[in-house]
């Protein structure tokens, strides 16, 4: 089946360094990736689309500058969180969009990463 | 943005039992999809659905793709311990926008 690596797992930081987060689509491409941040016991936070070769699309509220998203190849997105502060410390999952042609359009999410910002 | 209504929002059964959740919305989706989340991990892909009416299913989980386009339900038989996480609904149109449900948590007790 289709599989959506994501590195780092697990990340502590101290406040105001800056991390980035690799989200890989392992066996197939995808033009299209998903953002998300999801708080604990709540559901899944949309934060940009990002899409193979141009700039992503944010959600209203998500600061763009703050959140850098990168999607420079169609198995490679990237997340990169600049000058982290604790109210940053989440998980943040990234997902693949695979359309397979006709009326066949999955998403497939990655393992998340634990963000703690010191 | 939107939020597909799920529910029950919580569940607690007895390990054996059968399981129903729902998820509804107010507007129309040409795909269905159900995810389930353990702690500490991504959303894994359960049941897609692609078709207004379907009945799909995946070893003791069936879902099906309500005929109003509206809404879609997954059902869990003889759950077992390892069935315990938080279980998404999500529906698409284009596949650029995924509206997910607000999530049913369920818990098995042996």
């Known amino acids: 089946g289709a599989v959506v690596s994501q590195h780092p797992s697990w990340v502590i930081c101290k406040s105001g360094t800056s991390v980035k987060i690799e989200c890989r689509s392992l066996?197939?491409?995808?033009?299209?990736m998903f953002w998300y941040r999801q708080f604990p016991k709540q559901s899944l936070m949309l934060m940009a689309t990002s899409n193979e070769g141009s700039k992503a699309t944010y959600e209203q509220g998500v600061e763009k500058d703050k959140f850098l998203i990168n999607h420079a190849s169609l198995t490679l997105s990237t997340l990169t969180v600049t000058s982290a502060h604790p109210e940053d410390s989440s998980f943040y999952i990234c997902s693949a969009r695979l359309f397979s042609g006709g009326r066949t359009d999955t998403q497939y999410f990655g393992p998340g990463t634990r963000l703690t910002v010191l | 943005g939107q939020q597909l209504n799920q529910s029950p929002q919580s569940m607690f059964i007895q390990e054996g039992e059968d399981v129903s959740m729902n998820c509804t919305s107010s507007?129309?989706?040409?795909?269905w999809l159900w995810y389930k989340q353990e702690p500490g991990e991504g959303p894994v892909l359960l049941i897609a659905l692609y078709k207004a009416g379907e009945l799909t299913s995946n070893g003791r989980l069936t879902a099906q793709f309500g005929i109003t386009r509206k809404d879609s339900f997954l059902n869990i038989s003889a759950s077992i311990p390892s069935d315990v996480g938080i279980y998404f609904c999500a529906g698409t149109n284009t596949g650029n926008q995924f509206y997910f449900g607000t999530g049913t948590s369920l818990t098995v007790i042996p």
């Open positions: 507007s129309i989706f040409n795909t």
């Open positions: 066996d197939f491409q995808a033009t299209t």
